[in-house]
Structures are given as structure tokens and as C-alpha cells.
């Protein structure tokens, strides 16, 4: 059971290029979520989809996009990379509603330099 | 929004003592508070949580309480071991909109 799986585990951008990060999970889950973690910050909320369909900003929004492709997947498109938008990158997964655990991807470190 | 606050940002105990990290929380609405340990370079993975219709949970050396009316729940873990050292995170979550919201972590040092 892989659980939920993101690409790239690393990544080096310029600043100004874009990327996108994938996020597939296997387990049915209706909610999933992009995380970013920054020392002494925590894990701050981007976007998220609280079902299929559906997409929200969350606290940081401000230079990313989503897509929810289908249920299993969840996108986070950087359209113009700033050195700002380092850091490490979890996208996660819940059931929905009620509120249950949710899990967490692997991460993606990014810097942009 | 939600806005949860989280203290201590740094903790360091004996091996065998306990270990007490605090938070708060400002949405009433939030009804659901999971406690996350994230090892050094790995993912978070949820060690305990709470619904705010109970008032305490307990797992082995791990307990969290609940104040809704005070919006204040803490995580206590007693018996501290060395494979307790980790960043530790709390979170707040409201069936709304399902979005979780996370403090700032906590750093705990157990010190053999």
C-alpha cells in the first residue's frame, strides 16, 4: 500500500522557471492537501480540495496553483519560481469529512536559487 | 481562519521524565486536534488525536487532554525515551471544509 506518493523528492529551479509537483494517493481519500514547511514555521497550509472538484486557498496561497485531477490526484503548479518559495513541500491526504488523520507524502525539497 | 499557537518551541528532558507541549487554538468550530511527530527528514505521522466531544485520551506513554472551553489541549508523554526526540506538531480541524491547521512544532530532546 504506497499510501500517498509525491514527485520530485528534489528539485533545483531558477528563478522565474516553473514546475509542477504531483501527488497521487491510493487510499479512497475524498480531501487532499499542499503543505509547505519552513524552519520555525510549522506546516503551512496552500491549497486545498476537500473533495473531487473542489479547490481552496489556504494561508499561503500567493504564487502557486492547483489541480485535482481526479480523486486521486493533486497538483501544485509554480508558475514563475522564487527564491521566497524554498522549502519543503507535503501534500497529504484525509477521508474528509468527518475529520480523520490525515497522511503525508514523503515531501519535496525545493530550492530556488 | 484558524490561528493555532504552540509552545514550548524547544524542549529538552532527562530520559524517563515527562513531557508537556501546549496549544491553543482560535476557531470555536474546530471539533477535531491530531498530534503529529515528524522524525528528522521524514514525513509527519499522527501519534495521537482528539475529538472535542472527550475531554482526555490516552495511549500507552502518550495522553492528550482537552479544554474547548479554554481552547487549549496539550500532549503529555511520560517515561521519556531517546526514540521520543522529534519535532512534534498539533493541529485543529473542523468538518467544514476539512482543512487542518498546524502550530508551529515543538523540538524535543530526550537526553539519555
Known amino acids: 500500500n504506497a499510501g500517498v506518493t509525491q514527485t520530485p523528492k528534489f528539485q533545483v529551479l531558477k528563478t522565474g522557471q516553473s514546475m509542477t509537483l504531483q501527488c497521487a494517493q491510493d487510499m479512497n481519500h475524498n480531501s487532499m492537501y499542499w503543505y509547505r514547511q519552513d524552519p520555525g514555521m510549522g506546516l503551512r497550509l496552500i491549497y486545498y480540495?476537500?473533495?473531487?472538484?473542489?479547490?481552496d486557498k489556504g494561508e499561503v496561497p500567493n504564487g502557486y496553483n492547483v489541480s485535482r485531477l481526479n480523486k486521486r490526484e493533486f497538483s501544485l503548479r509554480l508558475e514563475s519560481a522564487a527564491p521566497s518559495q524554498t522549502s519543503v513541500y507535503f501534500c497529504?491526504?484525509?477521508?474528509?469529512?468527518?475529520?480523520?488523520?490525515?497522511?503525508f507524502g514523503q515531501g519535496t525539497r525545493l530550492t530556488v536559487v | 481562519g484558524e490561528n493555532v499557537e504552540q509552545h514550548p518551541s524547544t524542549l529538552s528532558v532527562q530520559e524517563g521524565d515527562s513531557a508537556v507541549i501546549k496549544c491553543t487554538y482560535s476557531?470555536?468550530?474546530?471539533?477535531?486536534f491530531p498530534w503529529y511527530k515528524q522524525e528528522l527528514g521524514k514525513r509527519p505521522q499522527l501519534i495521537i488525536d482528539i475529538r472535542s466531544n472527550v475531554g482526555e485520551k490516552k495511549d500507552q506513554r502518550i495522553a492528550v487532554t482537552l479544554n474547548k472551553t479554554a481552547k487549549h489541549f496539550s500532549l503529555h508523554i511520560t517515561e521519556t525515551q531517546p526514540e521520543d526526540s522529534a519535532v512534534y506538531f498539533c493541529a485543529a480541524s473542523r468538518n467544514a471544509g476539512n482543512q487542518f491547521y498546524f502550530g508551529t512544532g515543538t523540538s524535543l530532546t530526550v537526553i539519555p
Open positions: 480540495s476537500a473533495s473531487e472538484g473542489t479547490t
Open positions: 497529504a491526504s484525509s477521508v474528509g469529512s468527518p475529520n480523520t488523520e490525515a497522511f
Open positions: 476557531d470555536s468550530a474546530s471539533n477535531y
